[in-house]
């Protein structure tokens, strides 16, 4: 019991310091993770590089870095500015509707990338000068987009998603059918939210649109739509895995960029490549090391001490699952989610298996938590993101996304402690949880 507490104390306070010292926290957590195996274990140096390539050696991790490509070809193919008309047809007419449309987009994007950052880059690119034209505050407009954009961890596929099914050992189609009601959910308060603040400030009304016209953008960009539709149809089929889906997806926007909307060209290919290949690298590194920091905690046993002393305590699901929520809210404020994913899902599945907590709706409590990181300062990124697209001063987006920051906590309260919502679909998809 003494040596676990002094390996998580030694390894956190290790891995904060080079933190602060302003270390990337993939060099931290590595650095963190071999300092203790010297001082702690007589294991030799190669033990963390067969640690890595154990953790890497894995089916289902091969679906982020084609996600991830996928997710840059469907920018680069033109597959956002085709999901801002079809948002647009459904929203025609009602006062806020281009922020709705916004909102709507955001939603379905992320149902093609699995991306935060690429949602909020690919629609907020498009959608914040179209609002500041049409009359809407800048700051509004940024803020919104900024937030909506979050969903792209939550709406499947989800990079986050298929990290958590790795480490916790759960169906990643699980996961992705538990994340789609949450995020619908999630899509429909925010759209509410547009339409009161509309009204309130007296944003203009969507230009009205005919039936026929609805009907023709529809069939026009229905390509775009029909993405999602192949992939998660895909998967909840049972006819291609989460990897497979991946590859599907990468294939879908080749053709459609290349075929299609003809936007995608050949002299595009080896900066998307490059730049999938940057953003796999930092998170699979992540991931190598964290799987010898998951270890290095499992051989210590300080799970199991945690969830003796959690018993012992006489803490509940409930409590525990409010404890989590606090936890992560700022953890996210100092880390990034890949990072938090990482390092806190092997501590959090032993203590919420004790408890008797579903994994997948703990799963979806734990990517709800990083989204709302996504939005908080000081490392809130997508705020970041947002400011760079509107040239505005971070804390005037920052003080702008608060209301919105404060449904998606809403929301986060509602599907922690209703844990129907996200398990619905699993139940009716899979038949069981």
């Known amino acids: 019991m003494e040596t676990s507490v002094l390996v998580i104390i030694s390894l956190l306070v290790i891995m904060l310091v080079l933190i602060f010292m302003g270390v990337p926290i993939v060099i931290a957590l590595g650095i963190s ?17 067969q640690n890595m390539y154990s953790a890497l050696n894995n089916y289902a991790i091969l679906a982020v870095p084609f996600f991830i ?18 948002a647009e047809a459904f929203t025609a007419g009602i006062t806020g509707g281009l922020g709705m449309a916004g909102v709507m987009a955001c939603a379905i994007f992320a149902a093609i990338s699995g991306s935060s950052a690429a949602t909020v880059i690919a629609i907020g690119a498009i959608l914040i000068p179209g609002m500041v034209e049409a009359g809407y505050d800048k700051r509004f407009a940024t803020a919104l987009i900024a937030c909506s954009g979050s969903l ?39 759209m509410i939210y547009v339409y009161i603040i509309s009204k309130k400030r007296k944003y203009p009304k969507s230009p009205q649109m005919s039936f026929k016209k609805r009907a023709i953008t529809v069939v026009r960009n229905f390509p775009s739509l029909s993405v999602p539709i192949i992939i998660l149809g895909g998967i909840y089929s049972g006819i291609v895995t989460p990897t497979e889906a991946a590859v599907l997806a990468v294939f879908l926007g080749l053709f459609i960029g290349f075929f299609l909307y003809r936007e995608l060209k050949i002299k595009h290919l080896l900066d998307i490549f490059v730049r999938s290949a940057e ?9 190598g090391f964290a799987y010898s920091f998951g270890w290095l905690l499992a051989l210590f046993e300080v799970p199991d001490n945690l969830s003796q002393m959690m018993l012992d305590s006489g803490m509940g699901p409930l409590m525990f699952l409010l404890w989590i929520n606090i936890i992560l809210f700022f953890a996210g404020d100092f880390m990034d989610p890949g990072s938090i994913m990482i390092i806190f899902t092997p501590l959090i599945v032993a203590l919420a298996t004790t408890l008797g ?30 400011s760079s697209l509107s040239k505005l001063p971070l804390y005037d987006v920052m003080k702008a996304a608060i209301p919105a920051m404060l ?6 309260v509602l599907i922690t402690y209703i844990p129907s919502i996200s398990l619905l679909l699993p139940k009716l998809i899979f038949g069981s949880v």
């Open 152 to 190: 792209g961890i939550l709406i499947p596929p989800s990079i986050l998603m298929i990290v958590f099914g790795v480490l916790a050992d759960v169906s990643i189609g699980k996961l992705f059918a538990a994340g789609m009601l949450p995020g619908v959910l999630l899509t429909i308060f925010l």
């Open 33 to 49: 993770t071999t300092i203790n195996l010297i001082i702690f274990t007589d294991m030799r140096f190669i033990f963390i590089a």
């Open 357 to 386: 907590i579903n994994l997948v709706h703990i799963g979806i409590v734990v990517t709800m938590n990083l989204e709302i990181g996504l939005i908080t300062p000081p490392v809130g990124f997508n705020l970041y993101v947002g």
């Open 279 to 287: 953003m796999s690298a930092m998170i699979l590194l992540i991931f």
């Open 407 to 412: 449904i998606i906590g809403a929301a986060l």
């Open 69 to 86: 490509l996928a997710s840059n070809i469907m920018v680069a193919a033109g597959i956002s500015k085709r999901l801002m008309e079809l």
